[in-house]
């Protein structure tokens, strides 16, 4: 989000400086060679919109990691195991949120053995 900020006032100075500056015709433009260059206008919204794109990408890979199924083996001080299924994001350090709306609170004595599908 910076970039784009710092971007944005790059952009604002240079048009400042532009209008300061005395004004040169189309012609003169032309023989300096600027005629084929990009507006910087335009590099800014390219570089918004593969920011934007980027951004995206990443939440999507994040969602779909975090809808990811484990199971989970709590084992207690007795051995018996208990297994459930557990969706990536709801499982925390302790406690869990089973696939099926169950939340299950850990005690110190439990032991968890975690594997993906």
Do not use: C, H
Request: net charge negative; glycine share 8%; hydrophobic share 40%.
């Amino acid at each position: 989000m910076a970039i784009i900020v710092l971007v944005g006032m790059l952009f604002s100075k240079q048009r400042n400086d532009k209008n300061n500056k005395a004004a040169t015709s189309s012609d003169e433009q032309a023989a300096q060679g600027e005629a084929g260059s990009l507006p910087p206008r335009t590099l800014a919204y390219g570089l918004i919109g593969v920011l934007l794109l980027l951004s995206a990408v990443m939440y999507f890979f994040d969602r779909k990691d975090a809808k990811q199924i484990i199971e989970l083996t709590v084992w207690d001080a007795s051995g018996t195991s208990v297994q459930y299924q557990v969706y990536k994001e709801d499982y925390a350090e302790g406690i869990f949120t089973t696939i099926d709306g169950k939340q299950v609170r850990l005690a110190q004595t439990d032991r968890v053995e975690i594997s993906g599908q």
